[in-house]
């Protein structure tokens, strides 16, 4: 929907540990997990699981380092002030900020079986009553073992931020990457070497700054470097991936009417050692959205243009109109008829990390047309919605045999999608979703289930005249693939179990994953491996 979905950052939460942690539950992004915490995970569309999300971190993109696109589990829950979805195509994550004079540290320590590990922190100190400087750091990911390897996740964050007297704030932000993966031999089933990423990324901006009563604009500006080697049977080979680029939004509010705009400019230079070329692409976007909220009627259009330097100029449109049947039940119906250009990760990473051959995606602008209607429900305590969405058009498919991203055919995708959720302040709550995919071709897009249902349920208990909190957790999810010759063959259950306890600042879990010791294997090389006991310490303190 092209209706935001936001959701604020609570800290301290027992599992929210990355980016992926933090997607607002029910929204039309779904999460791609190889296997446990610590194994990556790599939002999809619903709608069209073969198109990129793409996902920015104060308005600059993370780029993608494999054919899966971005993987959240990069950017610490430490450094996040809060995270949303926009029309199900985009993640938006906003680092943290200061807003208090009151100095704040906060450390996060997780260890599990299998030598998972994880490490966050993050302190945040006033310089005067209008500037403040934040800086962090974490380490996770896990060891070797005989059934995988090793993968290590380095990252950290600084962060200058200066309140305006006109309003807004101005910042300036460094975000840098160390990521180190094992490589495996599929034939073999042994190790054969490493592939190492470095990324530093330096941003600075104004975000909010009060031009009129009702408008505000938000420009900033950004470079990234970074370098991704490669050392497979001791033969070592580099590629070197950088970018610049900026964006400016605007936002004007008049009374139930609101206008955004925005404008954003992205480049990329890669030069390949492993395949002695070099490659520049630049993505530019000029897109509106245009709001009307009504006591009983919601309308939404937006639209823009797309400038690839790659594949050309495509455009895109979009609306969302809502009305409330009674008080408690809402209907909408949403369309969507665009034009998009590949990820600009695709046409490298894949080859650079499965293969030692030329390049071979072989992409191109595709065109789609989605519609999606529903109703959306509130009994008390009680919200549930049903939806269903028909999708047509082409997207990028990933082919595991040759290692690349294509165009696919014309493809129908049709589908069906049930949230329930229920609530009471603190003491209760309880999520459900259900999303079905039904297409005469699921066995091109990979990886997609066919039918997936997540549910999350947690109960917290006050003791001690609120000083103490115990908090008890069930998790489960269902996957059933279209057994396609790349597919997980069947259905899987996995459950999640845990309990938390929090007196005043300091926060002690114990978590097991996997409780039906499920084994899903992808190429006999990536896998769930069995359960997977964990336990950790969230520790906050203030002045």
């Known amino acids: 929907m092209l209706s935001v979905q936001n959701v604020t950052a609570e800290k301290p939460q027992i599992m929210q540990w990355s980016a992926a942690d933090m997607l607002p539950f029910g929204n039309d992004i779904s999460i791609l997990r190889y296997g446990a915490y610590g194994s990556g995970a790599y939002p999809q569309r619903i709608n069209l699981p073969g198109s990129c999300v793409r996902v920015r971190i104060d308005g600059v993109p993370l780029p993608s380092l494999s054919p899966f696109g971005p993987d959240l589990e990069l950017i610490p829950s430490a450094f996040i002030d809060s995270v949303d979805c926009t029309d199900g195509s985009a993640i938006n994550i906003y680092t943290r900020t200061m807003d208090s004079e009151i100095p704040e540290t906060e450390t996060n320590f997780l260890l599990g079986q299998r030598r998972r590990f994880g490490l966050q922190a993050v302190m945040e100190r006033p310089m005067s009553p209008s500037s403040f400087i934040i800086f962090g750091g974490s380490s996770n990911g896990t060891h070797s073992d005989k059934f995988s390897e090793t993968n290590s996740y380095r990252s950290y964050f600084t962060k200058y931020q200066r309140m305006l007297e006109s309003g807004g704030s101005l910042f300036f932000t460094a975000i840098a990457l160390r990521d180190r993966d094992g490589l495996r031999d599929l034939s073999a089933q042994d190790h054969m070497g490493e592939r190492e990423t470095d990324l530093i990324t330096i941003t600075t901006g104004i975000k909010s700054y009060r031009l009129t009563s009702r408008t505000t604009i938000s420009p900033i500006v950004y470079y990234r470097s970074g370098i991704s080697r490669i050392d497979r049977y001791n033969l070592e080979k580099s590629l070197d991936d950088d970018a610049a680029g900026f964006s ?256 005043l600042s300091l926060s002690l879990f114990y978590m097991v994953e996997n409780i039906t010791g499920e084994n899903t294997e992808w190429f006999d090389v990536l896998q769930w491996q069995g359960r997977n006991a964990m336990w950790g310490v969230r520790w906050k303190l203030e002045n």
């Not at 696919?408 to 603190?426: A, I, M, P, Q």
């Not at 069930?474 to 007196?503: F, R």
């Open 248 to 503: 400016v939004i605007s936002s004007t509010q008049r009374g139930n009417t609101s206008f955004d705009v925005s404008l954003t400019s992205d480049s990329r230079f890669i030069d390949s050692r492993l395949h002695e070329n070099s490659w520049t692409y630049n993505d530019t976007r000029l897109t509106g959205t245009w709001k009307w909220m009504g006591n009983r009627f919601r309308y939404i259009a937006g639209g823009g243009i797309i400038r690839s330097s790659e594949y050309g100029t495509g455009g895109q449109g979009e609306s969302e109109l809502a009305f409330k049947l009674t008080p408690s039940t809402e209907y909408s119906v949403h369309g969507t008829l665009s034009e998009e250009a590949p990820g600009g990760g695709y046409e490298i990473y894949p080859s650079l990390v499965f293969s030692d051959t030329t390049l071979v995606s072989d992409l191109d602008l595709y065109r789609f047309i989605e519609i999606e209607s529903g109703f959306t429900m509130k009994r008390i305590l009680l919200t549930y919605g049903i939806s269903g969405f028909n999708t047509i058009g082409k997207q990028p498919a990933y082919n595991p045999g040759t290692s690349s991203v294509n165009i696919s055919d014309k493809e129908t995708f049709s589908g069906v999608k049930l949230t329930v959720s229920t609530n009471e302040k603190e003491k209760y709550r309880s999520d459900f979703t259900m999303r079905y995919i039904n297409s005469s071709h699921m066995e091109n897009i990979w990886p997609v289930p066919r039918l997936e249902i997540i549910s999350q349920t947690k109960l917290t208990k006050e003791f001690v005249h609120n000083k103490l909190h115990a908090t008890v957790l069930c998790n489960a999810h269902v996957s059933s693939w279209n057994n396609g010759p790349t597919s997980p063959d069947g259905t899987s259950l996995y459950l999640d179990s845990g309990i938390a306890i929090k007196v």
